[in-house]
């Protein structure tokens, strides 16, 4: 079962328009916990972060703004505060932040809000996610890199061939029958691979910008971009990044 879920895991973060193109405003995605918010304000010609962890608790730093990059400090419980340095996608709609531990360097993305309700906060972490099925996901994909989060190259048996993954916009995940095949070949168990007892997988997204694929009740989460025929996975801000053309 292992292999099966690590087979599937293969394919397996207060504007108005006038802010269309400013790194001003509201975001939501994931830093320091699973769902966060964070504000981008000026005051005065300062600029000021802060990030919600939930309804009350929080943090508020200074930053700096140059050339369009956003750079402020994240205090931590032990040690010195991390320096995350952040810019706007080139549609302005995410903010792609990026930030080094131990010098290794992770990277993940937050969402723009477009006219965030007033006291957002107060309601924003007791709203229920609603699953949907973006359908810009909906399609068959290839996979043809996989790289860790220093963005090398790493070696991975999805990409040695052009296997096929399907996300069907009733929610069922499927992947490339070869590509199962070929992963029970290399870890030497073909005489246990039966196609009847694959396991159901299905897949849904979160807020445009999560991606879950459930299989056999264990869920893989992702960030996910999309952009013309490209599908980008992150699987967290410390792990690997899987990149797909669309079939």
Same mark, same amino acid.
């Given at each position: 079962m292992k292999i099966l879920q690590f087979i599937f895991g293969l394919g397996i973060l207060f504007i108005t328009n006038s802010y269309s193109q400013s790194?001003?405003?509201?975001?939501?995605?994931?830093?320091?916990?699973?769902k966060n918010l964070m504000y981008i304000e000026e005051n005065d010609g300062n600029t000021f972060i802060k990030i919600f962890f939930s309804e009350k608790e929080s943090i508020q730093v200074s930053a700096?703004?140059?050339?369009?990059?956003?750079?402020?400090?994240?205090?931590?419980?032990?040690?010195?505060?991390?320096?995350?340095?952040?810019?706007?996608?080139e549609d302005s709609s995410r903010l792609n932040i990026e930030f080094e531990v131990d010098g290794k360097s992770y990277s993940t993305t937050f969402e723009r809000i477009e006219f965030p309700k007033r006291n957002l906060?107060?309601?924003?972490?007791?709203?229920?996610?609603?699953?949907?099925?973006?359908?810009?996901?909906?399609?068959?994909? /290839?996979?043809?890199?996989?790289?860790?989060?220093?963005? $090398? @190259?790493?070696? #991975? &048996?999805?990409?040695?061939?052009?296997?096929?993954t399907s996300f069907l916009e009733n929610g069922v995940y499927l992947v490339d029958l070869q590509l199962i095949r070929d992963v029970f070949e290399e870890a030497g168990n073909v005489a246990l691979f039966d196609y009847t007892k694959l396991p159901?997988?299905?897949?849904?997204?979160?807020?445009?910008?999560?991606?879950?694929?459930?299989?056999?009740?264990?869920?893989?989460?992702?960030?996910?971009? /999309?952009?013309?025929?490209?599908?980008?996975?992150?699987? $967290? @801000?410390?792990? #690997? &990044?899987?990149?797909?053309?669309?079939?």
């Open positions: 790194i001003y405003g509201v975001y939501h995605g994931s830093l320091v916990t699973d700096e703004v140059s050339d369009g990059k956003l750079t402020f400090p994240l205090p931590q419980n032990e040690g010195e505060d991390l320096t995350i340095c952040a810019e706007l996608s906060e107060k309601t924003w972490f007791d709203e229920p996610n609603t699953p949907s099925f973006d359908p810009r996901v909906v399609g068959k994909w /290839v996979q043809y890199l996989t790289t860790d989060s220093l963005g $090398n @190259p790493i070696e #991975s &048996v999805a990409t040695k061939k052009p296997y096929v159901k997988s299905s897949w849904y997204t979160l807020e445009n910008n999560r991606l879950v694929v459930s299989v056999d009740g264990t869920d893989v989460k992702y960030q996910y971009e /999309v952009s013309a025929d490209s599908l980008k996975l992150v699987s $967290n @801000p410390m792990r #690997s &990044v899987l990149y797909y053309t669309r079939k």
